[in-house]
């Protein structure tokens, strides 16, 4: 049992990366014939940078388009970014944060549960918040299929765990640094005997599975790799060749 | 504008007429449906999927938030759910994933795949031809999912397997066989262009030309060819501005017309009713091309010309330029000289064609030239215009009779904004809106003109 857990983690993380990689290069390879860029857009390559990093991480065309859906779904995806970050730093990296931030041992851990704790509950009141949404609002019930209840239930179900962990649970915070850097080092150690650990585990296992093939899939570069955004407006002043439609299919009329 | 109440089948009926053998097949598309048209159709998906990133991109990552939902036009006037943009690709979507996705495939229903039906498929004939490719709804997905290329993806598919409207294919023909959409022929053209030529002596006095093939002149000017009957006070002002200016122009009457259909029907059409363009420009050794106030021109000659038919090189400047980039240049640099008192009376407020303000980045330049040739100019409320404007309600293919109520429906928020201002001129350099608004305007019973922006400029310009 002590390595059937560090083994699935495995098996989730590789399908999560090779399908994440073959998805991402089908788009890649995918041409953009012809310059559709949503004007008024950047001419040059820096204004462009600027417009996708807007767009990433401020959410801008979604903040035209409704601005208190915005702020649910800009901090909820603001929250899930801090507690990747918050896992490495805490988990993964506890002595080199610890370090990089000039902190106490005591510091450091005061630091960890309070910042996670409010993270935790924010991931948690934001997604709830999205849920209610989907579920109440109109059109976006409408509009909802089962696979977004689906991706929506098993974020709550990680967070939740998580949460109760920190909250309710007796974790056993070393074994679980333990636990995670074996991993990483390919020497799995055993996991904390706290069954929802496990269960907690488990559930990223499916959520690793379950990115490339569903909509998530749009943290692999939606915004960066679309072609209404990446592109310059600059069509009359650059040619742009359409690559499978390079030569003229029709010789130009000869002039009498 | 508000978001109306959701109507499930709403405009569920409402659909062009079909296109026979006799249009499709002069257009290379099958002349009725093959009995293998499924497989015919996923072929061609497949195919399009691996040439348009827009396409494959957009059927995997939409996150179905609703950010469009009330963005569309059609839905805000109709209700109906397929009207709101993400319904309306999933209409695609749920195809996508049966054929081509791994849950789809494995999951079916329950990953919300469904097989490509002939239900399906009147589905897609009708919704993605009541979408206009207004492209609203892509300036508020926060992955810039644009509608306009799922439904041209669509278009493009369904026209593989002859099934098209009448509409658009006999005007893609019409444009091919006569050079433009109205199917004006060359002695019409001419008598037409006389005719305005006599109008001009009479109220200027002076000898305005509308030259038509002219060899070596300096500009051709590509118009809709509705300027030459239906708004002639556009051409008009187009010959006045090029008179006062003194550029040599000309018009052409094998490109005769600026609009392309074949954007609202496939790539290839698109290519071919374009390569007109470069062909006359060639011919007629120009040195640029302008082109007139057409919406949907603008966007397949400044964005698109030179991918479909270019290099342009043979021109002295291969930028095509929009008239009222060249208007406003003019103005900007004196050299035409305007009395605004011409106007007065006037309350002038101004429409952005999508796909003017979307997909052609002009937005400043006709609002320039306004201010300059008016003294009472009134923008709309600020969410209905530039890269926000609703579109008229007619755009992408869809200014037939058999829309029309789909298509008063789509103009209600227009309407309401236009309202808000106390206007009496809608002005809009694009032929299809300028054909759309005069029903529109009668339908909800407002008072006030629709002109464009060239008919202002030419009224103001000191001849």
């Known amino acids: 049992m002590a390595l059937l857990l560090p083994a699935l983690l495995y098996a989730a993380a590789a399908i999560f990366l090779i399908g994440m990689g073959w998805r991402i290069w089908r788009w890649l390879r995918t041409p953009s014939p012809l310059v559709i860029v949503l004007t008024p857009g950047p001419k040059t390559s820096s204004g462009v940078a600027r417009r996708l990093v807007e767009e990433m991480f401020g959410f801008r065309s979604l903040f035209k388009a409704d601005h208190l859906f915005w702020v649910f779904a800009w901090l909820f995806h603001l929250s899930l970014l801090l507690l990747l970050g918050g896992h490495l730093g805490g988990l993964v990296f506890p002595k080199f944060s610890q370090t990089a931030l000039g902190l106490t041992e005591i510091q450091f851990e005061w630091l960890a549960q309070v910042a996670g704790s409010a993270v935790g509950v924010l991931a948690m009141a934001t997604l709830l918040a999205l849920l209610v949404r989907r579920c109440a609002a109109e059109r976006p019930r409408r509009i909802s299929t089962i696979s977004d209840f689906f991706a929506l239930a098993l974020l709550l179900l990680i967070i939740a765990s ?6 309710m649970g007796g974790l056993d915070l070393m074994q679980s640094r333990r636990f995670v850097s074996g991993w990483l080092a390919f020497s799995p150690a055993a996991p904390p005997s706290d069954p929802v650990f496990t269960v907690h585990v488990l559930l990223i296992c499916a959520l690793l599975v379950y990115i490339p093939f569903s909509k998530l899939v749009h943290i692999g570069g939606a915004t960066l790799l679309s072609p209404t955004l990446n592109q310059r407006n600059n ?8 690559p499978w439609d390079a030569l003229p299919a029709h010789s130009p009329r000869q002039s009498p | 504008m508000k978001a109306p109440p959701i109507n499930p089948g709403a405009t569920a009926g409402a659909r062009t007429h079909r296109a026979k053998a006799d249009l499709l097949k002069p257009l290379g598309l099958p002349g009725e449906m093959p009995a293998d048209w499924q497989a015919r159709a996923l072929h061609k998906f497949g195919e399009l999927l691996g040439r348009r990133r827009s396409l494959a991109l957009s059927l995997d990552i939409c996150a179905r938030c609703g950010a469009c939902a009330d963005k569309c036009h059609y839905f805000l006037g109709t209700g109906d759910p397929n009207n709101m943009p993400v319904a309306r690709a999933e209409l695609m979507r749920k195809v996508y994933r049966r054929y081509f996705t791994t849950a789809g495939k494995l999951a079916g229903r329950l990953a919300a795949a469904e097989d490509l039906t002939e239900d399906v498929l009147n589905q897609w004939y009708t919704y993605f031809y009541q979408c206009s490719q207004c492209r609203r709804c892509a300036v508020f997905c926060p992955f810039g999912i644009d509608t306009a290329e799922i439904t041209m993806a669509a278009r493009e598919i369904m026209a593989s397997i002859g099934v098209a409207p009448k509409y658009v294919t006999e005007v893609v023909k019409k444009a091919h066989d006569i050079g433009n959409n109205l199917g004006i022929p060359e ?26 093939n002219q060899k070596g002149a300096d500009v051709l000017l590509v118009p809709p060819s509705a300027d030459l009957f239906a708004n002639t006070d556009t051409m008009m002002g187009y010959a006045k501005l090029f008179h006062a200016a003194g550029i040599s122009w000309t018009t052409s009457t094998y490109a005769s017309e600026a609009g392309n259909f074949g954007l ?10 374009n390569l007109r363009l470069v062909d006359a420009a060639r011919e007629l050794q120009v040195k640029r091309l302008v082109i007139g106030e057409c919406g949907h021109a603008w966007r397949a000659a400044q964005a698109f010309m030179d991918t479909l038919n270019g290099p342009l090189d043979f021109l002295e400047s291969p930028r095509p330029e929009h008239i009222c980039e060249l208007a406003a240049r003019l103005i900007r640099e004196g050299r035409i000289k305007l009395d605004k008192t011409k106007n007065d009376g006037l309350s002038v407020t101004y429409h952005d064609p999508c796909n003017l303000a979307r997909a052609g980045g002009l937005t400043e330049e006709p609002r320039e030239i306004l201010r300059a040739v008016l003294n009472d100019f009134r923008e709309m409320p600020a969410d209905t215009i530039r890269e926000k404007t609703f579109c008229c309600g007619a755009g992408g293919g869809l200014l037939t009779e058999e829309l ?13 904004a236009y309202r808000t201002t106390g206007a009496n001129c809608l002005a809009t350099p694009c032929a299809i809106c300028k054909a759309q608004f005069p029903a529109v305007f009668q339908h909800y019973g407002l008072d006030g003109q629709i002109v464009g922006v060239m008919d202002l400029l030419g009224k103001a310009i000191i001849i």
Request: charged letters at 35%; hydrophobic letters at 35%; proline letters at 5%.
């Open chain 1, 162 to 167: 998580g949460n109760q962990m920190r909250f």
């Open chain 1, 235 to 242: 069509p009359r002043d650059r040619r742009h060749v359409n």
């Open chain 2, 187 to 212: 002695a019409a053209w001419l008598d037409s262009c006389q005719f305005l030529e006599e109008e001009l002596k009479e109220e200027t006095g002076a000898d305005i030309k509308i030259p038509v």
């Open chain 2, 264 to 273: 609202f029907l496939n790539y290839d059409q698109l290519k071919k009713v």
């Open chain 2, 404 to 416: 029309m109520d789909v298509r008063m429906k789509g103009a209600k928020p227009r309407v309401e």
